[in-house]
């Protein structure tokens, strides 16, 4: 009790008979709450690949595995999913592509450059940060309307492009890099644009794939926006929306239903399991920023 | 002639302006100019354009008749008389009951989980990735399971209770179980974020804090309360605010789960303004109940930073 070579870490400092048994307790908790989050999507999957005859039966390992919800959903000329899969993926990689560009162009002025008004420019960036999503929604709703982008791709793109996350996001990367590098790319004659893409972005390779895989997730999986610019027209619908009208058209039809959302998950799923250090990275950052 | 007038005499006569002149680039312009277009058209724009429109009657629909009405869309979120009022209150009644449900759960059993990740133990990594993953599908995809396992006939939880003999509930059209419902699809879908931002600033924390604590005697659960939750504290607040700042956007899942029911009562703010605004058409009422609704949002967080968040610096 009053030795004073205390072991570095708290957690393993305790004695063996009680670390044993804290050890499976501290097991036994984080396997319920893994089924908690992991069971339900498993559940979506086998639904998913169930006959129509077993959706109502609560087995969890289909009797007669069939694809025959895929290929109804994928055939039903009504719901164009394949068209969907091309819309989010289309919406989704302009939309990250282009904030990548436009984000790192304003972040490198706002980190590195001196100019008039520069400080009430990133004031009013700041400004937005804290104001709530919902003022904005109406308006830029009636200005996509009187552009006559309603239902198109860029209406659910454009309004998205205006978000200050990632300047801020990408500024602080920039200032964390050393100044001389700059410097002797300037000595050597490159210009502030050859900078800017020879030296600034490849050591930002990091961040900027951080940037672009939580943008491509949020694209993705947005629902609210694409559903008042894409709701009326089913051709341009993403597939969250897309989703939510195979609900209003399947309405009981579960096996249907969870394979469309399967459709919806697996290339997230996907990239979250290939990408998840970056993903939780940025989001670290987040709270730490904060 | 005015070759000779652009050359170098001039420059000395007036160094300052020139110099100014010489100073002037064009360049940190042209590289904010894509993200100032867009940031002008789509967020300046908009806030003042919400304020303009919010003093009208507008009907999108209707262009030729939008009279100026003042601060009417205002005033009838507070006049009992109004058609808006009876269904916006409910829906800013519901808002609050929501936060109520979802807002605890959300803190305690995100910090909860972290510090079970924090431990050293092996498969670390794949419980934290596991933990994360529903946050990366779609609240479609997260709202659409939850009302199929919610189903009262033939979803999965009534299964398991019928099994039970527990009593089964029509878990999505009665209340407050449709609550329950929104609550538990909410927390399996969003707890992650929260839960990776307290596990990084569990990291942060020196473990010499702990070291000097146990030389003092205290233990695990002293070691909890005196050491990890005042480090946390700046976190705490940050996660506390966005918290009920997404709750209080709560859309998705009541618009797919449930429609809003039973008997509206769980038609959220944001779901009253999507009816309001696009389904009724009634955009400067709706503008009104957004700028209401991001008064309130603002309030509370400079609010809840002041209260619990006295050193806390950005």
């Given at each position: 009790?009053?030795?004073?070579?205390?072991?570095?870490?708290?957690?393993?400092?305790?004695?063996?008979?009680?670390g044993l048994i804290s050890r499976l307790l501290l097991y036994l908790l984080l396997i319920l709450f893994g089924a908690f989050f992991l069971l339900p999507i498993i559940w979506m999957a086998v639904t998913a690949f169930k006959p129509f005859v077993e959706w109502l039966n609560p087995n969890w390992i289909p009797i007669n595995p069939t694809l025959e919800n895929f290929q109804s959903i994928f055939a039903d000329p009504t719901l164009p999913v394949d068209r969907w899969f091309l819309n989010s993926l289309l919406i989704a990689v302009i939309f990250t592509l282009l904030i990548l560009i436009i984000d790192a162009m304003a972040a490198y002025a706002y980190a590195r450059m001196e100019f008039r008004g520069k400080n009430i420019l990133f004031g009013l960036l700041l400004v937005t940060l804290v104001m709530p999503g919902i003022m904005f929604l109406i308006p830029n709703f009636i200005t996509v309307a009187r552009l006559g982008w309603l239902g198109t791709y860029q209406g659910v793109i454009a309004p998205g492009l205006s978000g200050v996350f990632g300047v801020f996001f990408l500024r602080q990367f920039f200032q964390s890099i050393p100044k001389e590098l700059e410097e002797a790319a300037i000595i050597d004659g490159a210009n502030t644009w050859k900078t800017f893409t020879t030296v600034i972005l490849p050591l930002s390779r990091g961040a900027l794939a951080t940037l672009g895989v939580i943008t491509f997730l949020e694209s993705w999986n947005s629902f609210l926006w694409p559903l008042l610019i894409l709701g009326n027209n089913r051709a341009m619908q993403t597939l969250p929306v897309g989703l939510a009208t195979l609900?209003?058209?399947?309405?009981f039809d579960y096996g249907k239903l969870m394979a469309g959302a399967l459709v919806v998950t697996l290339p997230v799923l996907l990239l979250y399991v290939l990408l998840q250090r970056y993903i939780v990275q940025s989001i670290a950052m987040t709270g730490l920023k904060g | 002639m005015t070759e000779i007038a652009k050359s170098q005499p001039e420059d000395s006569r007036i160094p300052g302006a020139v110099q100014r002149w010489q100073r002037f680039n064009m360049t940190p312009y042209l590289f904010i100019l894509p993200h100032l277009i867009f940031f002008s058209a789509f967020l300046a724009w908009p806030f003042a354009y919400g304020l303009y429109i919010s003093l009208f009657e507008f009907d999108f629909l209707r262009p030729e008749y939008r009279p100026f009405v003042g601060l009417e869309n205002y005033l009838n979120l507070f006049n009992r008389g109004s058609i808006q009022f009876d269904d916006f209150w409910r829906a800013m009644g519901?808002?609050?009951?929501?936060?109520?449900?979802?807002?605890?759960?959300?803190v305690i059993l995100a910090l909860l989980l972290a510090v079970l990740l924090n431990g050293r133990f092996r498969g670390r990594t794949i419980f934290r990735t596991i933990y994360f993953a529903p946050y990366a599908l779609s609240v479609t995809v997260a709202a659409v399971l939850w009302w199929w396992i919610f189903q009262s006939q033939g979803g999965l939880i009534n299964h398991y209770l019928e099994q039970l003999g527990w009593p089964t509930p029509n878990w999505l059209s009665s209340m407050p179980e449709a609550w329950i419902a929104i609550t538990i699809a909410t927390i399996w879908w969003t707890i992650g974020f929260n839960t990776v931002?307290?596990?990084a600033a569990l990291q942060e924390i020196p473990s010499s804090l702990y070291e000097a604590a146990a030389i003092d005697g205290a233990g695990p659960s002293q070691q909890f309360w005196y050491v990890t939750i005042p480090m946390l504290r700046p976190v705490l607040v940050f996660v506390i605010t966005?918290?009920?700042?997404?709750?209080?956007?709560?859309?998705?899942?009541?618009?797919?789960?449930?429609?809003?029911?039973?008997?509206?009562?769980?038609?959220t703010v944001i779901y009253r303004?999507?009816?309001?605004?696009?389904?009724?058409?009634?955009?400067?009422?709706a503008s009104a109940m957004s700028i209401f609704m991001a008064a309130i949002l603002i309030t509370l967080t400079a609010l809840n930073f002041k209260l619990f968040g006295q050193n806390t610096q950005r």
């Open positions: 009790m009053t030795s004073y070579d205390v072991q570095p870490d708290y957690v393993e400092s305790k004695g063996v008979g009680t609900q209003g058209q399947y309405t | 519901n808002t609050g009951e929501f936060l109520l449900w979802s807002v605890p759960p959300l931002i307290f596990l966005i918290t009920l700042i997404a709750s209080a956007n709560l859309f998705g899942q009541p618009f797919l789960m449930t429609g809003g029911g039973p008997l509206q009562q769980t038609e303004i999507y009816i309001e605004g696009i389904l009724r058409n009634q955009m400067g009422s």
